[in-house]
């Protein structure tokens, strides 16, 4: 075989396989959650005009200040292609401007434009209530649990 672990299906599973069965079943119960909060998340600031990726650069241009260009797409997750063409998008509305860097001129960076500072005075506040609506579900204890083990799922899978 090629080392990989084959499931079959039992009428009576063992203890191995109910552990298997519950990671899988924790995988597809946070995959899930993970979709239905972005689905919301994504028409929430859709309402608002911009989509996920130019929200996303403004959000951390916002909270975080004057982030060279290389960085966002690392910081977000995007291709340096396509962090181009949603920086010049960005700069076409005059949410945000780019400054070259006054020691190295291979380097540039994103800045958020008062349009820009504007824009997310306006609507973040609103967007961040939306997001504590959809986690309401749970208590305060129960928020703080979970991002304890997710933190602790995440961490471990990063070691890997």
Not at 21 to 37: E, G, N, P, T
Not at 55 to 72: C, D, M, N, S, T
Not at 145 to 154: C, N, Y
């Amino acid at each position: 075989m090629n080392g990989k672990k084959v499931i079959t299906l039992k009428p009576e599973s063992t203890l191995e396989e109910k552990k298997e069965d519950l990671s899988l079943r924790l995988f597809v119960v946070l995959s899930k959650a993970y979709q239905a909060i972005m689905e919301q998340i994504e028409q929430d600031i859709q309402s608002k005009g911009l989509n996920l990726t130019d929200f996303a650069v403004l959000e951390l241009l916002y909270h975080r200040g004057e982030q060279p260009l290389q960085k966002i797409g690392q910081k977000i997750l995007l291709t340096s292609g396509s962090i181009t063409y949603v920086i010049n998008k960005l700069e076409k509305k005059e949410y945000l401007y780019r400054q070259p860097c006054p020691n190295d001129r291979r380097v540039t960076y994103a800045v958020i434009a008062e349009k820009g500072k504007n824009l997310l005075d306006r609507i973040f506040p609103e967007h961040w209530g939306r997001i504590d609506e959809l986690m309401s579900v749970l208590n305060e204890e129960e928020k703080a649990t979970a991002i304890d083990l997710l933190k602790r799922l995440g961490t471990s899978i990063r070691k890997l």
